[in-house]
Nanobody, 122 residues
Framework: QVQLVESGGGLVQAGGSLRLSCAAS????????MGWFRQAPGKEREFVAAISWSGGYTHFADSVKGRFTISRDSAKTTVYLQMNSLKPEDTAVYYC???????????????WGQGTQVTVSS
């Protein structure tokens, strides 16, 4: 079992930055790819970014390429989503996810966090 806890959400003005963190715990954690999804009010949850267990491969949704980066610490227990040049349309609840590979975590991850709210004002 894997437990995921997000933090770092909040209110920011358009053009600003936020960094989200996801602390993970559980067995065989270092073998998991991790990712981020988001869900805006009235919309379906959508993929944002993912990173391989080694940290050597990353994958992003087109809507955030060039603005967001994803990384994980050397212990592989925390993943970060650095969000720059934020836009009002980035407003959503952001969820951390984990699964066996970048392909799986980007599409149908098994493990989810509880989410953290990000609000970007215009």
């Amino acid at each position: 079992q894997v437990q995921l806890v997000e933090s770092g959400g909040g209110l920011v003005q358009a053009g600003g930055s936020l960094r989200l963190s996801c602390a993970a715990s559980g067995r065989t954690l270092s073998s998991y790819a991790m990712g981020w999804f988001r869900q805006a009010p009235g919309k379906e949850r959508e993929f944002v970014a993912a990173i391989s267990w080694s940290g050597g491969y990353t994958h992003f949704a087109d809507s955030v390429k060039g603005r967001f980066t994803i990384s994980r610490d050397s212990a592989k227990t925390t993943v970060y989503l650095q969000m720059n040049s934020l836009k009002p349309e980035d407003t959503a609840v952001y969820y951390c996810a984990a699964d066996s590979s970048v392909v799986v975590v980007s599409t149908r991850p098994k493990y989810w966090g509880q989410g953290t709210q990000v609000t970007v004002s215009s």
